[in-house]
């Protein structure tokens, strides 16, 4: 099994571009995340999915838009880069129990200029 | 919300000796608490779980305490090995999962 892919691996934006971060996991999990990691702060929740039809916002979702695109790939857009956005994103994903481990991607290291 | 506050210094130890990793939160006590292994380049990687009412919970050479009257987790390493470095998180069940800014682990041959 892949678990979660996410594309690209990599992306350098000049402020002010939009692009759309893709994930899909192949786990039948109904709950799927956005997290950004930066140094010294730990992962940060950005949006989620409890399930296919529903987003939420989390900590930090100012500047980015989701979409659950059906119940394997839920996908982040940023409409208009700043350089705040520079980190590294996390997808992840995760059957409905609470307390269920979450199965994370590999990361999109993104940088703004 | 929780705040989550692990071991700020980075962990250098001997291979073979045992590493303890702090994890403290500031408010209530979670329903559960989840360790987390990265390694460099890629996504965290689930370890274990313990719950709050559950004192200790093992896995190979793994244990993780939770105290509840501390407001602290511990997460054991032992016999640790070369393969052991890496960056271990500890999460816990707030607004949803919550998770602290890691410690990184250096096991010396």
């Known amino acids: 099994n892949a678990g979660v892919t996410q594309t690209p691996k990599f992306q350098v934006l000049k402020t002010g571009q939009s692009m759309t971060l893709q994930c899909a996991q192949d786990m039948n999990h109904n709950s799927m995340y956005w997290y950004r990691q930066d140094p010294g702060m730990g992962l940060r929740l950005i949006y989620y999915?409890?399930?296919?039809?529903?987003?939420d916002k989390g900590e930090v979702p100012n500047g980015y838009n989701v979409s659950r695109l059906n119940k394997r790939e839920f996908s982040l857009r940023l409409e208009s880069a700043a350089p705040s956005q520079t980190s590294v994103y996390f997808c992840?994903?995760?059957?409905?129990?609470?307390?269920?481990?979450?199965?994370f991607g590999n990361g999109t290291r993104l940088t703004v200029t | 919300s929780q705040k989550i506050e692990q071991n700020s210094e980075a962990l250098n130890i001997q291979e073979g000796k045992t590493a303890t990793l702090t994890c403290n939160y500031t408010?209530?006590?979670?329903?559960?608490l989840q360790w987390y292994r990265q390694d460099p380049g890629r996504g965290p990687v689930f370890l274990l779980l313990?719950?709050?009412?559950?004192k200790e919970k093992r896995k190979e050479r793994l244990k993780v305490t939770f105290d509840t009257t501390l407001k602290q987790s511990l997460f054991h390493i032992t016999a640790s090995q070369p393969a052991d470095s890496a960056t271990y998180l500890c999460?816990?069940?707030?607004?949803?999962?919550?998770f602290g800014a890691g410690t990184t682990v250096t096991v010396r041959a």
């Open positions: 408010n209530y006590s979670p329903a559960y």
């Open positions: 999460a816990l069940n707030d607004y949803k999962l919550s």
């Open positions: 992840a994903s995760s059957e409905a129990t609470a307390d269920s481990p979450l199965h």
């Open positions: 999915s409890a399930s296919e039809g529903t987003t």
């Open positions: 313990i719950r709050e009412n559950e």
